[in-house]
């Protein structure tokens, strides 16, 4: 069961680059997240996906875009990397959390450094 | 706004201890809160979630408790073992939004 999967698991960009962070999982849920964990800051939202067709900010959206490319994946873009957005990013998916048992899958995370 | 605290930051134990880690919340109308375990360099595993409406769950050693009214859940562990040393966290669910709010994490240690 391959669960959330995202891609790249390590990446080392300069700033000014550009770079997209794929997510795709395969439980057909209607909800899908981006966080960021940083030391000391426990884990953000940046941007989630409550279905198909629809995206909102999360705590720390600026620096940020995405996109829901169809039910399954779920990309993050910087557009202009910066040092202050080195961190481990995580995607996650679930069905909505207000239903009674829904809970959150994780992927395994995706190591940026800007540099 | 959502705010979780927990607390402590990270603890050390000998192994054959029984602890708990603490957690706490500012906004009592929750929908669930739930328990995850991080192991270094991986994602989240869910280990309990408890509903608004329940006042705990229990997982094998783990026992997660939920008191609403006072924003404060406590995550049990009997008999600890090395390895369940990972970071624990606690993240909420709360009414109105679609998603969750994190703790900072209890880092565990568990030595033999």
């Known amino acids: 069961n391959a669960g959330v999967t995202q891609t790249p698991k390590f990446q080392v960009l300069k700033t000014g680059q550009s770079m997209t962070l794929q997510c795709a999982q395969d439980?057909?849920?209607?909800?899908m997240y981006w966080y960021r964990q940083d030391p000391g800051m426990g884990l953000r939202l940046i941007y989630y996906?409550?279905?198909?067709?629809?995206?909102d900010k999360g705590e720390v959206p600026n620096g940020y875009n995405v996109s829901r490319l169809n039910k399954r994946e779920f990309s993050l873009r910087l557009e202009s990397a910066a040092p202050s957005q080195t961190s481990v990013y995580f995607c996650?998916?679930?069905?909505?959390?207000?239903?009674?048992?829904?809970?959150?899958?994780f992927g395994e995370g995706s190591w940026l450094t800007v540099v | 706004k959502q705010e979780v605290t927990q607390i402590p930051a990270a603890l050390s134990v000998p192994e054959g201890e029984n602890l708990v880690l603490n957690c706490s919340f500012t906004?009592?109308?929750?929908?669930?809160l739930q328990w995850f375990r991080q192991d270094p360099g991986k994602g989240l595993t869910s280990l309990l979630l408890?509903?608004?409406?329940?006042r705990e769950q229990t997982s094998g050693r783990l026992n997660a408790s939920l008191d609403k009214s006072s924003g404060r859940s406590t995550l049990y562990i009997a008999a600890s073992q090395p390895g369940d040393s990972a970071t624990y966290l606690c993240?909420?669910?709360?009414?109105?939004?679609?998603?969750?709010?994190f703790g900072k994490g209890t880092m565990l240690l568990v030595s033999p």
């Open positions: 996906s409550a279905s198909e067709g629809t995206t």
């Open positions: 439980m057909n849920h209607n909800s």
């Open positions: 408890i509903q608004s409406s329940q």
């Open positions: 996650a998916s679930s069905e909505p959390l207000y239903r009674v048992g829904n809970t959150i899958y």
């Open positions: 906004d009592s109308a929750i929908y669930n």
């Open positions: 993240a909420v669910s709360t009414s109105g939004y679609s998603t969750l709010t």
